[in-house]
């Protein structure tokens, strides 16, 4: 007899069958390109991965990671404080805050992690975190994990009067943190970071940007959003699993006692093992490329305009910002998840997104620009668009 667990384990997975959210990622056999060859050999224009860059595949970051395991193995089979450190992390974490003109930085498996480390172990019983309606899942899990101890407030996105009232009404709390992604992922948009960073200043608050999809798109050369606003923040967190490499691994930078805290406290670094060595060498050969090859990040933003430009001009309603994200806003959800499907059988890789992840009635394609794609991949994905456009 089957246990009646599992029985109802299969009624919630046929029920987000039934509402059509069930997902089912395609198969990819090979490298993540401005092209990907799928599981039934078709090549098709990849648009939406974070590769901005186009670095996952570069042939130095791999060789880089050869080398690394060659060196030191398959990793640490262990956490950092018990086993030792390898020193190839201690140079990522250098390089990491170098970039970033921080004085500090540590690393962990995920960005993800990242947020989690830092949001629970800077903030102590009766302080707050404030938090973007739109942060991503992580900002949002990592507030959750203390908020028996910590007021959790949510402001409208980007509504600095909101903050501001936030601020106002916890303006005794002694820890005030403030974290909000820097590019945000459904709306591509990016966070009012010079408003964040002044009510910061007039309220005495600690502000954290997570800069995922800014770190190598935004920012003159590449380093984010503090860069492109001319401001300075207290803390910041990304993933290396990006534009900074492509593999995986997260970071926090920020000055030195707020890294040695997170050191000596955060759990999923004490708790956790380090990234492998491999993954830590193919990000640290990223960032060095990112600052030895700016002409990726120019070729980056000339076909993020090349793409809005041309899905202006067909008549698309694209949210406006200076991001590799551009959301191509089509109404309902049913008509983005056909349109992902039509665009597929066009031989174009793009995701729909519908109700829950975005409001209802702004279901949307989600277009991602690289830097490894040609003007040519961009001229065909709009070509499709172009015959799309009937049916939106
Ligand atoms: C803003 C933001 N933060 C964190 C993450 C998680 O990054 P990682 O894959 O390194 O856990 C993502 C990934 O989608 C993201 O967009």
Not at 83 to 99: R, V
Not at 132 to 141: F, K
Not at 173 to 182: A, E, H, N, S, Y
Not at 296 to 301: D, I, P, V, Y
Request: proline share 4%.
């Amino acid at each position: 007899m089957q246990n009646p667990i599992l029985s109802q384990i299969q009624n919630e997975i046929d029920s987000l069958r039934n509402a059509g959210t069930y997902k089912t990622a395609p198969v990819i056999c090979g490298p993540m390109n401005a092209t990907v060859k799928l599981s039934d050999n078709r090549e098709v224009i990849n648009l939406c991965s974070n590769n901005y860059l186009g670095l996952a595949d570069h042939p130095e970051v791999v060789a880089q990671a050869k080398k690394a395991m060659d060196k030191y193995g398959n990793g640490t089979a262990s956490v950092r404080f018990i086993c030792g450190t390898f020193d190839i992390h201690l140079e990522l974490e250098s390089a990491i805050a170098k970039f970033l003109n921080t004085e500090s930085s540590t690393t962990y498996v995920s960005c993800w992690n990242a947020n989690e480390a830092l949001v629970p172990t800077l903030l102590a019983p009766g302080d707050v975190v404030i938090s973007d309606e739109l942060n991503h899942a992580s900002i949002i899990d990592a507030s959750r994990l203390c908020s028996k101890k910590v007021g959790r407030f949510i402001y409208h996105h980007n509504d600095m009067n909101d903050l501001e009232r936030i601020l106002k009404e916890n303006e005794s709390v002694k820890r005030k943190l403030i974290i909000t992604d820097g590019v945000f992922s459904m709306e591509g948009d990016l966070a009012n970071l010079k408003g964040i960073v002044d009510l910061a200043q007039k309220y005495n608050a600690i502000t954290a940007v997570d800069d995922s999809h800014a770190h190598g798109v935004i920012g003159k050369t590449g380093c984010g959003t503090p860069e492109h606003f001319g401001v300075e923040v207290d803390i910041i967190t990304g993933t290396l699993g990006k534009a900074l490499g492509g593999a995986a691994g997260g970071f926090v930078a920020s000055s030195k006692p707020i890294i040695e805290l997170l050191v000596q406290r955060s759990r999923p670094q004490l708790f956790s093992n380090a990234l492998p060595p491999a993954t830590a060498a193919g990000a640290l050969a990223a960032i060095k490329i990112l600052a030895n090859e700016p002409q990726r990040l120019k070729k980056l933003h000339q076909n993020v305009k090349y793409l809005r430009d041309g899905l202006g001009k067909l008549g698309y309603q694209v949210i406006e910002s200076p991001t590799a994200i551009i959301p191509v806003i089509v109404g309902q959800t049913a008509k983005a998840i056909r349109l992902a499907n039509k665009m597929l059988e066009h031989n174009i890789l793009i995701t729909g997104f519908g109700y829950p992840v975005v409001p209802e009635g702004t279901a949307r394609l989600r277009a991602q620009v690289s830097a490894a794609h040609d003007k040519a991949h961009l001229d065909k994905a709009l070509m499709v668009f172009k015959e799309l456009k009937k049916e939106t």
